[in-house]
């Protein structure tokens, strides 16, 4: 094997390098990290993440950004134990409303960026702070216990060895890489996010495309909000901000980019696990939150960076043929 193909093959996996790096040194750091206990724990913990970062992955494989998706969580946390609790309806009613109003959420933020002509990341950052005085607004700034054991076996109920949460992450994982590498939607959204304009005039619409990748995206907020909720067994209003933060960095780790048009499932799961070994690992050897609040923070920056490097590359390789 030549130089320049090992090279090639280690930059297009860098990132699986890096996690299995990072295994190897927590587990030498901890003999407890490679339990299958702690391995499951790190999966399953992740798993609403996961589900968080995959709509996110759509939302920026199309060009465009979401702010708001802790808060969408959040939101939706709170609606569904009210409409457990308070109006008495069943759990599967409960959570097809939830997922609804998720949707609805994603979607007039995909409605109001097409409305003003701004960029979504502007718009969201507006629609994070409406839809945090609603979550207030809807609970009192209470908190909610007490769910039924069939809402609380999404979250913390096993099949065989796996966990419920780690089996939904899976499938709907498997179900997004489809429509995004198998079919002419996911073609769309690539296309959209590559170039918007060449996009419209071969006939797209990329507001349409704007629009329902944002309200896909609710969705999946709104999964991963009945997943973090059941899981905890509680719902209130801080659950869920912040996630945002995490779910971009972990789609800038895994390829994605943040002029959109690239990208895959596969490396945003990828992304997802350093994310969750990390925070393990680090816990394990006595690392406070605070100090991995600052590792995410520069993880962040750093893949930014990478990205930005990457594409002015790129571009300088497509100047040279040119020019040549």
Request: one cysteine or more.
């Amino acid at each position: 094997m030549n130089k320049e193909k090992l090279k090639a093959i280690i930059k297009a996996n860098i990132m699986l390098i890096i996690l299995v790096l990072l295994v190897i040194v927590f587990s030498i750091l901890s003999p407890n990290f490679l339990s299958l206990k702690n391995l499951m724990n790190i999966c399953t913990q992740n798993a609403y993440f996961l589900i968080s970062a995959i709509g996110v992955t759509m939302i920026m494989i199309s060009g465009n950004c979401d702010l708001s998706v802790g808060q969408m969580i959040s939101v939706v946390g709170v609606c569904v134990a009210i409409f457990m609790q308070k109006f008495g309806l069943p759990v599967p009613v409960a959570i097809l409303l939830g997922l609804g109003l998720g949707g609805a959420m994603g979607c007039f933020n995909g409605f109001a960026s097409n409305l003003l002509k701004i960029h979504p990341m502007i718009v969201t950052l507006a629609t994070m702070t409406i839809y945090e005085g609603i979550s207030y607004t809807i609970s009192k700034s209470q908190s909610f216990y007490n769910f039924p054991n069939s809402y609380k076996m999404i979250g913390q109920g096993y099949i065989g060895v796996v966990s419920v949460p780690v089996i939904i992450a899976i499938v709907i994982a498997l179900l997004v890489h489809f429509i995004l590498e198998m079919t002419c939607f996911g073609r769309f959204i690539y296309a959209s996010g590559g170039n918007a304009e060449a996009a419209r005039l071969a006939g797209i619409n990329t507001k349409s495309i704007r629009m329902i990748v944002f309200a896909l995206g609710g969705v999946l907020f709104a999964i991963s909000s009945v997943i973090l909720t059941a899981r905890g067994g509680s719902a209130n209003s801080t659950i869920g901000p912040g996630t945002e933060f995490d779910a971009i960095t972990a789609c800038v780790l895994g390829g994605i980019s943040f002029v959109g048009g690239e990208g895959n499932v596969k490396g945003v799961v990828v992304g997802c696990l350093i994310l969750g070994v990390l925070s393990n690992g680090m816990q394990l050897v006595g690392l406070n939150v605070y100090i991995q609040f600052i590792v995410k923070g520069i993880i962040l920056m750093l893949s930014i960076g990478y990205d930005t490097f990457q594409k002015q590359a790129k571009v300088k390789k497509i100047a040279s043929v040119k020019a040549a």
